[in-house]
């Protein structure tokens, strides 16, 4: 068991150290941080989370990849994992309802909290940093403090388009810390039916819940 704890912090704080930006900026005559940016209103692309948490003092470690749908204009977002075995997430923020859908099961959850689409103006930039070398990904580093997740995230996001690239999130009240990379991301939803909710077997009526949930800060939806 102490085996797995250290493998999965190890695996965490590489997962960090790499997405975290370089201690100095490459853009030295910047004279201004850029100003907070609002992501694409619609997207896909693939989703990758490692989540290390200890639970009931025992360690416990998550590595999904899911496929990832937002669309800001119509207030939906989908995830639907890739694996076995195959289960879908699809938030409704018009009905502010989550709906999880395994097999032919499916469970309906109140969200409570509104859907991301922009770096909130409290955010500190970090700094604006090249991902991968001279030639690489420019991008820019948020700091973001969220009480929803009993802690901080930092994002980082292109400099031009301000499209995600990574996230790792500190959750100090549910000691766990998570790290998200977004790949093959592209404009627009593809077959909007990727948000459409099977009935039956979700429940018809949405007072029929499993309880609340807070909806989570940035883009995963859990």
């Not at 797995?4 to 695996?11: D, E, P």
């Not at 997962?15 to 907070?36: E, I, N, T, Y």
């Not at 592209?186 to 309880?211: H, L």
Request: charge should be neutral; include cysteine; hydrophobic fraction near 40%.
């Amino acid at each position: 068991m102490v085996k797995r704890l250290i493998i999965a912090v190890c695996l965490l704080a590489m997962s960090s150290a790499l997405l975290m930006p370089p201690k100095m900026p490459v853009l030295a005559g910047d004279r201004q941080p850029p100003l907070p940016c609002c992501v694409p209103q619609q997207w896909e692309g693939l989703q990758h989370m490692i989540m290390g948490q200890v639970i009931s003092g025992q360690p416990n470690l998550v590595n999904v990849t899911y496929r990832q749908s937002y669309d800001f204009s119509n207030k939906k977002l989908a995830l639907e994992l890739l694996g076995s075995p195959r289960t879908k997430v699809i938030q409704d923020y018009n009905k502010m309802m989550q709906y999880v859908i395994s097999g032919q099961n499916c469970s309906a959850t109140k969200i409570i909290g509104d859907m991301f689409h922009c770096i909130p103006a409290s955010a500190t930039h970090l700094q604006t940093f090249y991902f991968g070398g001279m030639q690489g990904l420019l991008m820019d580093a948020w700091q973001v403090t969220a009480p929803g997740l009993g802690g901080d995230l930092v994002v980082d996001v292109t400099h031009d388009g301000c499209i995600p690239v990574a996230e790792v999130i500190t959750n100090k009240e549910a000691q766990s810390m998570t790290v998200l990379t977004y790949a093959d991301i592209t404009m627009g939803i593809r077959d909007p039916k990727v948000f459409n909710v099977p009935s039956p077997p979700c429940p018809a009526n949405n007072n029929q819940t499993d309880g609340a949930l807070n909806a989570r800060f940035w883009l995963s939806g859990l």
